[in-house]
């Protein structure tokens, strides 16, 4: 069993599954690598609506941990319907904030409580968001988009960009 350890390519496999937990660990709290697929954010992602393609995106899940959010990131969630579901959409508003919904939602302006975000599709009329599921809880966002990485011809950062089709206004 000694001689085991004196083995280059055991010692070298052992020196590497050392490191696993410390990747393990940055890849569930620091940044790690997405696709996004479906229309919801069109034109933000996914331009050209071919379902062959999907853009592949850089995550910041340290933001799920320090709980920085601002309203204009685009974040990926939990569906609230559905928690194996994971889903990319734009906060529109935060707690305190009193936004104009749009249908379905029954009520034509929410408050959103503590705790809670109001998220939004960029392709209003091919999402399903806040305006079917109401305020939904800061706990459900699992990271930031921080980067469309491919493809190529769309490398860059995610620009924070505050809704133009819901007005926000925040209490004193």
């Not at 069993?1 to 410390?22: D, E």
Request: glycine fraction near 6%; charge should be neutral.
């Amino acid at each position: 069993m000694l001689n085991l350890f004196h083995n280059f390519n055991v010692r070298t496999f052992i020196r590497a599954a050392a490191w696993g937990p410390v990747i393990l660990f940055f890849v569930e709290h620091g940044f790690s690598i997405g696709s996004i697929q479906g229309r919801s954010m069109q034109p933000t992602f996914n331009p050209d609506s071919n379902k062959l393609r999907r853009d592949v995106v850089l995550l910041n899940r340290w933001i799920a941990v320090t709980h920085e959010y601002a309203r204009g990131d685009v974040v990926t969630l939990y569906a609230p319907d559905d928690p194996d579901r994971m889903i990319t959409k734009r906060i529109i508003a935060l707690e305190g904030d009193t936004v104009f919904t749009t249908l379905p939602h029954p009520d034509k302006f929410v408050k959103i409580p503590k705790g809670h975000c109001w998220f939004e599709g960029d392709d209003i009329f091919h999402s399903k968001d806040s305006n079917e599921y109401g305020p939904v809880p800061l706990a459900l966002i699992n990271a930031k988009v921080s980067y469309i990485l491919l493809p190529f011809s769309r490398f860059g950062k995610i620009e924070r960009v505050e809704s133009s089709r819901v007005s926000v206004f925040k209490d004193d």
